[in-house]
C-alpha cells in the first residue's frame, strides 16, 4: 500500500521541535483539545501532533488523528529507556512488537481486543532500519513496552525485562500501538535511547534528552522520504 498521509505522534514538545522546525508551514487544527500540524513534505500530507504523557493520553490522540486526518501509517516518535545492555544512549530502538508492563496481558488476551502484543509494520520497520543504517546510526529492533511510569528503579527494570524482555520502555507506545491495530493502520514506533531506565534515569535523562530527540527527528523525517 502507497503511504501518501503519515501521522507522527509525539508525547512531549520536545520530541517535535525538531520536526516542527523542518515542517515549518503547518496549518494547525485543534480537535478533542490535541494541535494538529498539517502540512505537505516530499509530495505525503504529514499530520504531526503532541499527545502528552502516558497511555490515555496517547490512545485518544491516536484516534482523533486516524478519525479525522484518515493517515495511511502512524509514526511514533521521541525518546525511551533502555532496556537491555546492548542497547546505549543515543542508540535507535525500533518496535517490531509493543505491549504494556503494568498490567496482565491476559486481561487483553481474553477479552477484547484478544490480543496483547502489538505487531508494527514490516515495510516501516525496514524503512526506518534503512536510513539508520545510511545514516551511521547504531539501531536494534525489538520490542518496546509502556507503563505509566517514569522507570528509573532497578527492581522495576528487573521485573519488567524478566516478564517482557524488551530493548526499551516508555509511556506512550504501547497504547499508539493498540489504538493502530483496531484500527488496522500501519504503525512503527522510533524510539532514541535517553538513559538506561535505572537508578541514575533521571540524571541521565535530562542530559541527553535533546541530543535523543534530534536524533530521532532526522530519522523519522528521512523515513518519510521512503514511503
Avoid: W
Avoid at 511514533?76 to 542497547?87: L, R
Avoid at 526499551?168 to 512503527?188: K, S
Avoid at 524510539?191 to 540524571?203: H, L, V
Avoid at 535530562?206 to 522520504?225: C, G, N, Y
Wanted: proline residues 3%; contains cysteine; glycine residues 6%.
Amino acid at each position: 500500500m502507497e503511504m501518501k498521509t503519515i501521522g507522527i505522534i509525539g508525547a512531549m514538545p520536545s520530541e517535535l521541535a525538531d520536526i516542527r522546525n523542518v515542517l515549518n508551514d503547518a496549518v494547525v487544527k485543534t480537535y478533542a483539545g490535541y494541535d494538529f500540524y498539517i502540512c505537505t513534505y516530499k509530495d505525503k500530507l504529514i499530520i504531526n501532533a503532541c499527545c502528552g504523557i502516558a497511555k490515555v493520553n496517547a490512545a485518544l490522540c491516536t484516534q482523533v488523528m486516524i478519525d479525522k486526518f484518515d493517515v495511511d501509517a502512524i509514526i511514533n516518535t521521541g525518546v525511551a529507556g533502555g532496556m537491555n545492555n546492548k542497547v546505549k544512549v543515543c542508540d535507535i530502538v525500533i518496535s517490531d512488537a509493543v505491549c504494556s508492563h503494568d498490567l496482565e496481558l491476559r486481561l487483553l488476551e481474553n477479552y477484547p481486543p484478544y490480543h496483547s502484543m502489538f505487531e508494527a509494520d514490516v515495510n516501516l520497520i525496514k524503512a526506518v532500519g534503512e536510513v539508520c543504517n545510511e545514516k551511521k546510526i547504531p539501531n536494534h529492533v525489538g520490542r518496546i513496552v509502556s507503563g505509566e511510569a517514569f522507570v528509573s528503579d532497578n527492581k522495576l527494570k528487573e521485573d519488567i525485562c524478566t516478564r517482557l524482555t524488551p530493548l526499551a520502555v516508555d509511556m506512550e507506545t504501547a497504547a499508539v500501538g493498540q489504538c493502530a491495530y483496531r484500527n488496522n493502520i500501519p504503525f512503527v514506533s522510533v524510539r532514541c535511547i535517553s538513559d538506561n531506565a535505572d537508578d541514575e534515569g533521571e540524571m541521565s535523562f535530562d542530559e541527553f534528552e535533546k541530543i535523543a530527540a534530534k536524533t530521532v527527528a532526522e530519522i523519522v523525517l528521512d523515513t518519510i522520504e521512503k514511503l
